[in-house]
Antibody, heavy 118, light 109 residues
Framework: QLRMQESGPGLVKPSETLSLTCTVS?????????WGWIRQPPGKGLEWIGS???????YYSPSLRGRLTISVDTSKNHFSLRLSAVTAADTAVYYC???????????WGQGILVTVSS | QSALSQPPSASGSPGQSVTISCTGT?????????VSWYQQHPGKAPKLMIY???KRPSGVPDRFSGSKSGNTASLTVSGLQPEDEADYYC?????????FGTGTSVTVL
């Protein structure tokens, strides 16, 4: 049974870097096409952040490109997100998900709330 | 890339049908047959209901169906049941990226 679990700090100060990791269990991260990040500000809709293949090919949201880095570590079976220079607008529940290709997100983590505040 | 446009809300009585639209452009919805739909209950992670416009993952009831015409995709829920009350989001492939819809809150009256 595939499990995906987001981890990282729940509180980040403005202008600092938000770092999250998604640990995959029950399947090899090398077995699927892509792994993605999606976020949802409180009370608002879903926003696609980006995705990475097991070989390291990345796709980023144009609105976040320049602040965003997604990486993968196949030896640890996890992938990570780093978002720099955060503001209150980056406060959201961050989800990781398996992408079987072309935005077919068939498994999701439970999500982690990250609040940007001083 | 702007979010895809969905109606904020939709409703129906148990047993009735409800259809949710998802309008994009020729650069996303209209250009590719890669539209997916997600159901989200409060406080829960989204769940994949439809992919590649009209395909259902294993375990999703056949009451859920998807279609597309031009730049607009649609999700139809037939025979509404109380557990279908949730938020629904469309998502489309676009070159080198993805874009979600604004979301529709479905109420079962």
């Amino acid at each position: 049974q595939l499990r995906m679990q987001e981890s990282g700090p729940g509180l980040v100060k403005p202008s600092e870097t938000l770092s999250l990791t998604c640990t995959v269990s029950g399947d090899s991260i090398s077995s699927s096409d892509y792994w993605g990040w999606i976020r949802q500000p409180p009370g608002k809709g879903l926003e696609w952040i980006g995705s990475i293949s097991y070989s390291g090919t990345t796709y980023y949201s144009p609105s976040l490109r320049g602040r965003l880095t997604i990486s993968v570590d196949t030896s640890k079976n996890h992938f990570s997100l780093r978002l720099s220079a955060v503001t209150a607008a980056d406060t959201a529940v961050y989800y990781c998900a398996r992408d079987r290709g072309f935005l077919k997100h068939d498994f999701w983590g439970q999500g982690i709330l990250v609040t940007v505040s001083s | 890339q702007s979010a895809l446009s969905q109606p904020p809300s939709a409703s129906g009585s148990p047993g009735q049908s409800v259809t949710i639209s998802c309008t994009g452009t020729s650069r996303d919805v209209g250009g590719y047959n890669y539209v997916s739909w997600y159901q989200q209950h409060p406080g829960k992670a989204p769940k994949l209901m439809i992919y590649e416009v009209s395909k259902r993952p294993s375990g999703v009831p056949d009451r859920f169906s998807g279609s597309k015409s031009g730049n607009t995709a649609s999700l139809t829920v037939s025979g509404l049941q109380p557990e279908d009350e949730a938020d629904y989001y469309c998502c489309s492939f676009a070159p080198n990226m993805g874009v979600f819809g604004t979301g529709t809150s479905v109420t079962v009256l």
